[in-house]
């Protein structure tokens, strides 16, 4: 009895499996635009038929089954399916962005010549590259750019030390523990550190304000 339960049972099962298989025919073409695993879900496209794949950017891939061109060597521009229908001056088939379509297009394989002093060929021809960025030491502006990096710099230096003295402060005042003179201690650095962040900005504004728009200083101004 047991045996022709499990005889049954897996006759039932080899029905199913058959007919769930039979059920994801392959796509045939042309097709609709539908999502990348719904199409491979349904078992990709029918025989002479090429999967399109349209990029959509930040959202999802759509796919479609399409017939494929037999046209050969286009020229640049022209719509194609796949790289091997271009021709040798723009060998490449692909998109300029998400949801276009896709051309034959030239493939950029030129290296930029660095300029002078360009060791990593992003700097251009003013600057030097560091680890720190480009320093532009090489243009003629009377050394008005390589300023403009050193207060950047020192800005940012100067904030940052700011925000660690803030941060000092407060663990000084939250593990003080009742000692007044840890907690003034805190407190003074507290409005010390604060002071100095907020000079630090004003100092910006004041100099662009005074220097640059009333009294135009040579080296300040465009």
């Avoid at 349209?54 to 399409?66: L, Q, V």
């Avoid at 950029?108 to 720190?132: E, K």
């Avoid at 502006?141 to 990096?149: I, Q, S």
Wanted: charged share 10%; hydrophobic share 40%.
């Amino acid at each position: 009895m047991k045996k022709k339960i499990i005889l049954t049972l897996f006759v039932f099962l080899s029905i199913f499996i058959v007919t769930t298989k039979s059920t994801k025919a392959a796509v045939s073409c042309p097709s609709s635009d539908m999502s990348c695993q719904q199409l491979d879900a349904q078992g990709g496209c029918a025989s002479g038929c090429i999967n399109i794949v349209t990029p959509g950017g930040k959202g999802p891939t759509y796919c479609r089954c399409d017939v494929l061109n037999p046209v050969v060597n286009l020229d640049c521009g022209s719509p194609c399916q796949t790289s091997s229908q271009c021709g040798t001056a723009c060998p490449g088939c692909r998109a300029n962005g998400p949801g276009t379509a896709q051309t034959c297009q030239g493939l950029n394989t030129a290296t930029p010549t660095p300029g002078p002093g360009d060791l990593h060929g992003n700097c251009g021809a003013n600057g030097i590259s560091t680890a720190i960025g480009c320093v532009p030491v090489l243009g003629n502006d009377n050394g008005v750019g390589f300023y403009g990096f050193l207060l950047g710099w020192a800005i940012g230096i100067a904030g940052g030390i700011a925000f660690l003295l803030i941060v000092y402060a407060g663990f000084m005042i939250m593990t003080s523990s009742g000692n007044p003179e840890r907690l003034k201690a805190g407190q003074e650095l507290l409005t010390s550190a604060i002071s100095g962040l907020v000079l630090l900005v004003f100092s910006v504004f004041i100099l662009n304000f005074i220097g640059v728009k009333i009294l135009q200083i040579p080296g300040l101004t465009k």
